[in-house]
């Protein structure tokens, strides 16, 4: 297996805090990963090591093989990088910011004018090619740091929340220029606080907090992994409360407490579904609460229903049975599943373990 990106026990240090925490995390080759975090988790710390911008404190990191401190040169050959912040000359035009890039890599003439023109024809900037940087929206100016950050056909491209206060479309023309890159055989690192973005572009998922790595696995697994803790855990408290319920206990004090804790856990591992429901009554609402796996129904002047359903695999099916029987019309029915947001909330929303160093 080839990885465009291995670090080993990578840490940065600004005095006594620690921005990036012995980070180990590999991106396969010609994939795109996600980096994610909440603000100051350290991405763009991590992203300034992985490109040479500045040193690590201790660990090292190799990108596409070659070592970030023993290759310095090697390893910026290789990568295109479009900024958090944009930085661009705000008083040279489109064309010369990007010729300024080709020069830097010392590109010919003629295949620099060529791939500049193709770039800005890619992301469709070329109208504006003679135009002042500082003349230029924000979504142009990205566009601009796009075709400068690709002029050298770097095999890697980091991406630092490319899309971030960008209109729908523009951001729509950046997800299918970084899919066509990534199918074309770069490998792809971006940085985004767009799950939605993550989600449909990303094969891996990593994310970050307090410097450290606290997740990593394919968007979907992450989603998995929600689901699948909440099954296994909970439903095992689940059956030791049911027959406790059959025998004397359900009559203490302290069963009816747990009864209590485990209706919660039910209702935090349930699913969503929304259905509208033509002349939906008192009479159907109290019928659907009769069906043993619907925890909760909210009812909506629209005539829409949401859904607290426990996780199990007929629960949808036995509702809109129920619905049917009474001879009512479903108009529409929606489910929700985990997202990547919820995995997001839950993974960074751990404290980090202090960690007791030697000598300390
Ligand atoms: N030059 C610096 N000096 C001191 N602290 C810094 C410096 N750069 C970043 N930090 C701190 O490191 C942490 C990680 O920052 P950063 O990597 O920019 O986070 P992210 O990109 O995930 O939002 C933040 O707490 C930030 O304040
Ligand atoms: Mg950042």
């Given amino acids: 297996m080839k990885y465009a990106i291995e670090t080993f026990d990578l840490?940065?240090?600004?005095?006594?805090?620690?921005?990036?925490?012995?980070l180990d995390l590999k991106v396969k080759d010609k994939t795109i990963f996600g980096f994610l975090g909440p603000n100051g988790a350290g991405k763009t710390t991590t992203i300034k090591?992985?490109?040479?911008l500045i040193p690590p404190t201790s660990g090292t990191a190799h990108v596409t093989?070659?070592?970030?401190?023993?290759?310095p040169n090697e390893v910026r050959q290789k990568i295109g990088m479009v900024p958090q912040l944009v930085s661009l000359y705000a008083d040279l035009t489109v064309r010369e910011n990007a010729e300024l890039c080709a020069d830097y890599y010392g590109m010919p003439t003629d295949l620099k004018e060529r791939r500049i023109d193709e770039l800005m024809e890619l992301v469709d900037i070329k109208y504006?090619?003679?135009k002042l940087v500082k003349q230029l929206s924000g979504g142009q100016k990205q566009k601009v740091s796009v075709v400068a950050s690709l002029v050298h056909q770097p095999e890697i491209l980091f991406l630092d929340e490319?899309?971030?206060?960008?209109?729908p479309t523009t951001k729509s023309v950046l997800w299918d220029?970084?899919?066509?890159?990534n199918q074309k055989g770069h490998t792809i690192i971006l940085c985004s606080h767009d799950m939605y973005e993550v989600d449909m572009l990303c094969d891996h998922v990593g994310i970050i907090n307090h410097g450290k790595l606290a997740a990593y696995d394919t968007p979907q697994g992450l989603k998995d992994t929600i689901l699948e803790q909440k099954n296994t855990i909970e439903s095992n408290v689940g059956e030791i409360v049911r027959k406790m319920e059959e025998s004397d206990a359900s009559t203490h004090p302290s069963f009816c407490k747990l009864r209590e804790a485990v209706n919660e856990s039910e209702m935090d591992k349930a699913r969503e579904m929304s259905l509208i429901v033509d002349n939906s009554d008192n009479k159907l609402i109290d019928r659907l609460f009769q069906i043993p796996c619907v925890l909760d129904i909210e009812t909506h002047r629209s005539g829409r229903l949401t859904f607290k359903l426990a996780n199990t695999e007929t629960a949808i099916t036995q509702v809109i049975s129920a619905i049917m029987e009474t001879g009512s019309n479903i108009n529409s029915i929606s489910t929700k599943d985990p997202s990547l947001e919820d995995v997001f909330i839950k993974v960074t929303a751990k404290k980090p373990k202090k960690v007791e160093k030697e000598g300390e």
């Fill in 177 to 181: 220029l970084i899919d066509e890159l």
């Fill in 65 to 71: 093989g070659y070592d970030v401190i023993k290759n």
């Fill in 11 to 22: 840490s940065k240090r600004y005095g006594d805090f620690t921005a990036v925490d012995a």
């Fill in 49 to 52: 090591m992985l490109t040479c």
């Fill in 128 to 130: 504006a090619e003679k």
């Fill in 162 to 167: 490319p899309t971030i206060g960008l209109d």
